[in-house]
Structures are given as structure tokens and as C-alpha cells.
């Protein structure tokens, strides 16, 4: 098992404590030197974040970057087909290795809906987080540099008002 396309790949959502709290599996799609591209199906029960709805089997285009405090996850309804929007989680740079992809998540997170809006989720639980001052520079940045991306509807944002 490997980082190449069409391989299986193990991911593993860590706290920032890096402690499991999550496993699942996906699909390699891309690699690059500093990022990953994989598919996965939404593996729980429904749950909604806000107002985006996550069903089973909702499709995710995940992309893990080994340089960047975020990773973004682009969903696809089950039924449908069509395009949700973005979860893209505030974290640490995530661990790529042979066949597993390890994520530190820090709370905060960052929704983009497919009409260009968009909604900061967990900024207390973010605040409230024992780390580093470092650590909290990085993730303020990472939510800085994702709402940019998504004004300006740059990668992987281009498709917004479509």
C-alpha cells in the first residue's frame, strides 16, 4: 500500500493533543511533494454543521497539504451528485506517509457554500485549545488564507457562483 493513485489510504483525524479521535478509509486521487488527494464517503450518521447537512455516503474530495495549516474537503450530495461546498478544518500540517495521512485538527474550522458565502465554526473552542501561542498564530493564519482563497475564488475555490 502506497501514495499512489487508486491505492487505499488510511486517514486519521487526531486533537490537537494528537490523540485518534476518528478513522476512515479513501482513495488516493493526486499527489504532489507537499499534498494529497484522496476520495472517501462520509462513514457516519447524518449530521449537520450549521446548515450543511453531511449524509452517509456523501462523497469528499479531500485534499491534506504537508505544508499547511488546513485541509480542505470538497462534498458531494449522495443523491444528487451536486456540490454542497467546502469543510476545510484548521490543523496542523498533516503527516503523509506510506498508506496514512495523519491530521491534528485545532477546532476551528471554515465552511464555503457554493453561492460564495461562507461560516467560521468553533472560534471559542479554538480560544479555549492548550497550545502553543506559535500554534495559535498558524491556525488564525490558516482561517485568514482560506477566506482570501475563497474571495478571491482561487483553487480550490474557482467553481463558487457557478
Known sequence: MGNKTGDPISIHKLDEKGIEVWHYQGTVLAKTATSLTLQAFFD???VAFEDLLLKRG???????FSDRWYNIFKIY???EGQLKGWYCN???PAQIENGHIYAEDLALDLIVYPDGGWRILDEEEFAHLEI????????????DQLIDLARQRKAPFESIGD
Open 90 to 92: 484548521v490543523c496542523r
Open 132 to 143: 502553543s501561542v506559535e500554534d495559535q498564530k498558524h491556525g488564525k493564519g490558516a482561517l
Open 58 to 64: 456523501d462523497r469528499f474530495i479531500e485534499t491534506f
Open 77 to 79: 450530495d449522495v443523491l
Open 44 to 46: 457516519r450518521e447524518d
